[in-house]
């Protein structure tokens, strides 16, 4: 199976400034299948990318996905209070469907 | 505007069954793919399977010797089934769907908590 690496595992920032966000697969994924949810306490994960770099219905355009391969990167750019949660990427080029450990991005 | 809600027992025994049905409204779940995803507290994401609207299933090979994902079409229900639970199986279990079998998951519902517990 796929593992997807995610780091960092913290992200301290403050509003305004950019979140950069890595994850690494074990191996190529298949057409770029890859993901990026955020997830907030209590709350089911929201999809924010899919195709490795597009947006889902109503993300704003600046959070931002790119990459290939097995290397691929969500950006979000001025951070707005309501960012701050866990981000996890997933693949889905085959199975089984796995997703990373996650990264956290809170207020610093 | 389609929505998932889940249903489940709340708290199993362990080594018994656990039982989880997933309610589709504004939509038909006769199409499309629809999935179980679980979350352990305070930890990752992790696939369960997903049934096709053909009705054809994909499971985690860690855990296909004990699951069952199966549709009412009627109902416009998926349920999900895993036997055997242990403490491990304590987890948060959502419903998604995807609208392709090599799809990102679109639409989750709320989750469902099921603590395996004597």
């Known amino acids: 199976e796929i593992v997807l690496t995610q780091s960092p595992g913290t992200l301290s920032l403050s509003p305004g400034e950019t979140a950069t966000l890595s994850c690494r697969a074990s191996q190529s994924v298949w057409k770029n299948s890859l993901a990026w949810y955020q997830q907030k306490p209590g709350q089911a994960p929201r999809l924010l990318i899919y195709d490795a770099s597009s947006r889902a219905t109503g993300i704003p355009d600046r959070v931002r996905g790119s990459g290939s391969g097995t290397d691929f990167t969500l950006t979000i750019s001025r951070l707005q209070p309501e960012d701050f949660a866990v981000f996890y990427c997933q693949q889905y080029g085959e199975s089984p469907r796995t997703f990373g450990q996650g990264t956290k991005v809170e207020i610093k | 505007q389609v929505q998932l809600q889940e249903s489940g027992p709340g708290l199993v025994k362990p080594s018994e069954t656990l039982s989880i049905t997933c309610s589709v409204s504004g939509g038909s779940s006769s199409t499309l793919y629809w999935s179980w995803i679980r979350q352990p507290p305070g930890k990752g994401l992790e696939w369960i399977g997903y049934?096709?609207?053909?009705?054809?299933?994909n499971y985690n090979p860690s855990l296909t010797s004990r699951v069952t994902i199966s549709q009412d079409t009627s109902t416009n229900q998926f349920s999900l089934r895993l036997n055997s639970v242990t403490t491990a199986d304590t987890a948060v279990y959502y419903c998604?769907?995807?609208?392709?079998?090599?799809?990102?998951?679109?639409?989750w519902g709320q989750g469902t908590m099921v603590t395996v517990s004597s």
């Open positions: 998604a769907r995807g609208v392709a079998r090599y799809s990102a998951f679109d639409i």
């Open positions: 049934i096709s609207f053909s009705g054809s299933t």
